[in-house]
């Protein structure tokens, strides 16, 4: 009798934990998360004088990679902070017309390495919402804001094959341009397809200038997934 009782009472308190703790979770599940972080992975491509021959789609494509924080300010707005690296280097077959000017300008005729980038933008909702449970199951987004970027590469001045290198660390600023559209696959997570332009001030990230009439820039194109993130008061 006393062990029944004592399996009884057991019984009770399991059921009655469980039941306080799931409502508090969905408590939780269901409070506004007006903060969300995202991570995102996809291929990459800069734009430069010994970037490639863009117009014959001959080029380097190269893994990026991003980590972005955002806060949502209201229903149509929110802020986010990017960061993240993007793999550069040359690409395509130059013309020996256009390695001979090169060599003659004293110019990178090729070049390799990562360029590392931080950034900040308002963000806009195509499809507005005042919380992340009150979201569209699809939804398209875009900014433009300002970034500051470090380009670390390995610069090649001849065509030897055992040319020597030169290191060059190079800074910018830039103005990053992003779109995407978004997938809601639950509560609290979407999955995204977000396309970004980094439009840097500077035409000598690949150690060559001048050749064309642009800047050096970065094109990306990445699969990001996004969590939205219980406020701290859910967890006390």
């Excluded at 993240?84 to 077959?93: A, E, L």
Aim: glycine share 8%; with cysteine; proline share 4%.
């Amino acid at each position: 009798m006393i062990i029944k009782n004592y399996l009884i009472s057991f019984l009770l308190v399991w059921v009655l934990t469980h039941s306080t703790l799931a409502q508090s979770f969905y408590k939780k599940d269901k409070m506004p998360r007006d903060n969300s972080i995202s991570i995102g992975l996809g291929p990459s491509l800069i734009y430069a004088e010994t970037g490639g021959q863009y117009s014959n789609l001959a080029f380097a494509i190269r893994p990026a990679f991003s980590l972005a924080y955002g806060k949502k300010i209201n229903p149509l707005v929110s802020l986010q902070a990017t960061t993240g690296m993007q793999w550069i280097g040359s690409g395509g077959n130059p013309s020996q017309e256009a390695i001979d000017q090169w060599l003659a300008n004293e110019s990178a005729i090729s070049f390799s390495g990562q360029a590392y980038y931080l950034d900040f933008m308002p963000m806009l909702n195509l499809m507005p919402f005042s919380d992340h449970t009150k979201r569209s199951q699809i939804n398209f987004y875009g900014g433009i804001g300002i970034g500051v970027m470090q380009a670390r590469t390995k610069r090649y001045y001849t065509l030897e094959e055992n040319s020597r290198e030169y290191t060059a660390i190079f800074p910018t600023a830039y103005v990053p341009i992003r779109a995407g559209m978004s997938y809601r696959i639950s509560n609290l997570y979407d999955i995204c397809l977000e396309g970004s332009m980094l439009l840097t001030f500077s035409d000598d990230l690949d150690g060559n200038q001048n050749w064309n009439a642009f800047n050096d820039h970065l094109l990306q194109i990445q699969l990001i997934f996004k969590k939205y993130l219980a406020p701290k008061s859910a967890y006390f």
